[in-house]
């Protein structure tokens, strides 16, 4: 894929010699949009995978997942926002994989009294491949 930019041209003399310079800024031409998941809200554009929480259901590798809170889409052009979502916008994905996050530990400890408890914790994640935005 080629990317497309703004070319600016720089250049700086020191003594006799003289520096030139071409600097690229990309520009956005891909479709992003912004979706609210458990709780939380991505960036994501279409070949993206994102770490999402546990979505209720059965959800096994493979499946097809729908997001239907699009809060924002842009795609280069024009941008449109939600109030608070898009109707009819949805962004596809699909599960790559279904698992726990690392470990979280929890200590507890008071010095001087030997009381010290330590728990740990892994929370449920799914990965999702995003496939369109529409």
């Known amino acids: 894929m080629r990317a497309e930019c ?10 006799p010699l003289v520096f030139l310079w071409l ?9 992003v949009a912004v979706i609210k998941t458990g709780g939380k ?8 995978t994102i770490s999402i929480e546990k979505l209720p ?8 997942v729908v997001f ?11 941008t449109t ?11 596809k994905g699909t599960i790559t994989m279904v698992g726990r996050a690392k470990k979280v530990d929890v200590v ?11 728990r740990g914790h892994k929370q ?5 491949h995003i496939d369109s935005i529409s």
């Open 6 to 15: 703004t070319a600016k041209l720089g250049a700086q003399q020191v003594g």
């Open 23 to 31: 600097t690229c800024y990309p520009v956005a031409t891909m479709e």
């Open 41 to 48: 809200q991505y960036v994501v554009s279409k070949g993206d």
């Open 57 to 64: 259901g059965d959800l096994k590798k493979g499946d097809a």
């Open 68 to 78: 239907g809170e699009v809060l924002l889409v842009d795609n280069g052009s024009d």
């Open 81 to 91: 926002i939600g109030a608070p979502t898009i109707k009819g916008a949805e962004v």
């Open 108 to 118: 507890k400890y008071k010095p001087k009294s030997r009381y010290y408890k330590r």
């Open 124 to 128: 449920p994640l799914l990965k999702v």
